[in-house]
């Protein structure tokens, strides 16, 4: 008698899954991505990525531009980190056209393109925090930040979108006094990351929330094909400045970190590591760089030689490759970009089942997603 | 200084002298000087509100390096007068699919709460507006009122997110007043009333905070889970719901949320001042002065620690209060109760 | 990185007779007929030390060439990107999935499909992923008409159903 009341109360207390749409329109999915999440109570039964919002047709855009009018493109596609964007599609140009790069203008793109690696983590660790709501800690890094850009802005005449790396080389040599500028703005950098870490990595209600959350494996990582800053945080150490060098970095001395845990920790741990790299890096190449002409000469209408040519380049997120198809036109036949966010965001749905809806925020935010790339 | 410390009694008695000189009946005096009372206590909790906005901007400002609001009135200081003029002037939108009668009546009662509160406080000797024998635990249950309006609106709204983020607050709230009635717990057995008055005079001699160390913590902690203020505001956190159980309210409805957050924050800093930093006592400024003082340095230490803290997650607030917390409380009034006895013990031998 | 050729060599044994395949040293690529591909990307599945980066399609009168990117991790020296070569044809483009073996082919497959109409077979959710989902059409395909008004079907009512 009394288990048949049982077994009617536990049918009674029947729990409901809902769908909860994380986005596109939301303060914490850096950019307009959208999760469709399976949930019971908090907790994530299932996830779906649903993309493209941001889709805004640049492949085949590239068709009807020419190689050199669709260089400023490229910076809008990983529109933080814009001078690696561009760098990539310079170096698959030089391989279509056989373009030899002058040895200053190679160390100058050191230069730019690491002060916007720097610029690039800064906003993804300062985002995860926001995201966790330690509003101030945001703010430092904000800072931080100001300081590269400005520098930026002193080389290239523009803070975000730089169209500073071409094929060929750089538009322009570094203004008169940037070192002795550069040196100051690095040695604040470094006073006010120490701050940040202060305030942020030993905090315990921070590692409460990003410890052990969202772990991604080493060998799964490596299955989803993931590159950049999430694998090194999982133990794989895949960066081809070092394991595929390209440009000068051979001739610096510099580390990529590696860290094991592979938790959302653990990838915001490591761009600040790699932040120090950075400044360690462009520090030599300031000191290093030869006199020189900064640009090759390529002719206004290049028509290159019918053929293909791929080339990648370690961007702040990963491995980004330009693929460019030439039938002997102005213009390219194809361009094709192989973003590294999309593929880290393949394993998403793999790793939410089991997250809370916070945790899914913090996992996301360590992820450092930029949707242009993803969408293109 | 005696005139100036008594100015409000003074005031009170005047104006029922006067009235009984008139030839009001005493019962209809006293009704006149409540409605004063009354009107009192709602500009001191909108000024409050105001100036707390204020000060939570300027603050967080200067925190992360920036200015805040300077530009209307001086110091910025009338922008929260601009934000809720604005607030005003904004549409009525009620969602189609919400339940009208919750959805409306949520931000009225929640602020009618808030106004209730201050009715308690002892700003001075005597001078707190309503003062029944057992102040604190009136104080104590109108402010659990506030999670059924919450339950209310996110409910009413019919929102998953709102939902989601009143059934969040809800746990929250009901869970953390354990361990802040029993971090009371000490201080009312330390001075043997239930009566905020009363716990105020019993600190002529040292304030609670010396004796009652741990039980203050204990308060701040979990009033700031009461007022679901970072790091414990996942309830209205902006990053994953949007705004939890306010999401679908706009205009007026939503700054009285607004204002009763704020002015909640008030009421229970200055609860904590009452019963842990004396109150009204203090030399040669006026009971008043030393109240709001102390009040408003408990305000900006919640500020601060909202500025400074990232957000915990909701399951860990849960485990903190119920495994770390409450164990703790307990101990304190442990604690509490053996020091009594042994102060008895000793002052009884010593005659 | 290794040699594509000596790759195709290692390759042979487990993929057995009757599967072309051609390698180019210098240009580092495999070319692969589009029924023997899952065979040949499941066999550099068991070599080992390579990462799928990207899956990237050409559309070329004879038909859509598909490139699989891989990162050679594995050998000595610098890592490198081995390419591996199908063509789909145009008429009928059908390719079989690889994304039981290679899991970050998902996406990749999704898009390829997407923009550029080749079917991927054997899998499920072969849906669009960066258009929207009633879009009509594959936008990187040469012949996809950019001021066709059909693409949005709602449009093409209004219009008075013209194809």
Known sequence: MSDSTTVEQEDALETQEYTLNLGPQHPSTHGVYRARLRLNGETIVSCESIIGYLHRGMEKLAESRTYAQFAPYTSRFDYLAGALNSWGYALAMEKLGGIEVPERAEYLRVIVGELQRIASHLVMVSSMVIDLNAVTAWMYAFTAREGILDLLEEVTGSRMNLNYIVAGGVTEDLPEGFTARAEKTLDELKSRLDDFDRLVSGNEIFLGRTRGIGVIGRDLALEYGMTGPNIRASGERLDLRKDAPYSVYPRFDFEVPLLSGG?????????????????????QALGAAPAGPVRAKVPRVWKPAPGEAYAQCESARGIQGYHLVSDGSVKPYRMHLCSPSFVNIGVLPVISPGLTIQDFVSTLASMDIVLGEIDR | MGTLNDLFLTLASAIRGLLALWGFPPLLAAA??????FVLVAALVTVNIIVIVWLDRRVAAFFQERLGPNRVGPFGLLQSVNDAVKLLGKESIIPVAADRKLYKAAPLMIFTVTVLLYGFL?????????????????????SSMTTIAILMAGWGSNSKYSLLGGMRTVAQVISYEIPMAFSMLGVVMLSGSLNLGAITEAQRGVWYIFLQPLAFVIFLISSLAELARSPFDMTEAEQELVAGYHTEYTGMRFALFFMAEYGNLFGVAALGATLFLGGWQGPFLPGYVWFLGKSWLLVLVILWLRWTFPRARLDQMMKFNWKFLIPLSILNILLTGVGIKLYQYFTAVGR | MRDAALIAEALGPELGGGVGLEADSSARELSVAGRDLATVLSGLKSLGGFVLLDIDAVDRPEGFDLSYRFLDRGGEGPVAVLTVKVRADRG???????????????????????????????????????????????????????????????????EGGRA
């Open chain 1, 263 to 283: 938790d959302s920790f653990d990838r915001y741990y490591i761009r600040l590591l790699e932040i120090h790299e950075s400044v360690k890096l462009v520090r």
């Open chain 2, 32 to 37: 006149v000087v409540d409605i004063a009372d």
């Open chain 2, 122 to 142: 002892p700003y001075g000797k005597g001078m707190a507006p309503v003062d029944p024998d057992l102040s604190l635990l009136f104080f104590i249950a109108l």
């Open chain 3, 92 to 158: 009928r483009p059908l390719l079989p999935s690889v994304m039981h073996i290679w899991k970050s082919a998902d996406v990749l497959e999704r898009e390829v499909w997407d923009l550029m109409g080749v079917v991927f077979e054997g899998r499920t959710g072969l849906t669009r992923i960066l258009c929207r989902d009633d879009f009509v059409g594959h936008p990187l395909r040469k012949d996809f008409a950019l001021e066709r008004p059909d693409r949005f079907p709602e449009a093409a009512e209004s």
